[in-house]
């Protein structure tokens, strides 16, 4: 772009250097905006600082691309916390219906998912064809082996009368 030794005659200063003086204030801007609101956490590990610079750069230009398209400009605060969520939802659905999970854990992600619950109760177990299955109790300690044909309607686990 600059192959010429043009020189401005007012600055006796080369093109280059003014090309560069007026266009380095948009570094400073990104890390001002990505000091703002990054997801960077203290490592040692190199790899990781890049990768967590790479998510707050990706996460700067895809709010810059979501404003240039939309009449209203949200808050990038905002936008970063519908974009993790957006992102992390699929997943979160999938390990709510996940019986090896601890109880604890899949009711705490009920509450985070809140609205956005999706009802799985096609690919949970039909409680019909359980009924003729005799199953341990999950409530009964492991060692009285009680068994059950009666499943709990909200997590299909079996559980003795």
Known sequence: MHHDNIVDED????EIILFYN??????????????IYSS???????????????VDLSGMNAHILYNMHQPKITDRGDFLKSLARSLVLPQ???????????????????RVLG??????????QNPT???????????CPPKLHRMTVYTCVGCCNPVCL
Do not use: H
Request: one cysteine or more; proline letters at 4%.
């Open 129 to 139: 064809t359980s009924q003729s299955k005799r199953r341990a109790c999950s409530v």
């Open 11 to 14: 600055t006796k200063k080369p």
């Open 115 to 124: 609205d956005d619950m999706v009802e799985d109760v096609q690919n949970r």
């Open 22 to 35: 007026t266009t380095k204030g948009g570094v400073d801007e990104a890390d001002k905006k990505c000091s």
């Open 40 to 54: 960077s956490r203290r490592t040692r590990r190199w790899p990781m600082v890049v990768f967590y610079r790479i």
């Open 92 to 110: 979160m659905q999938r390990r709510v219906v996940c019986s090896q999970l601890p109880r604890e854990l899949r009711l705490v992600i009920k």
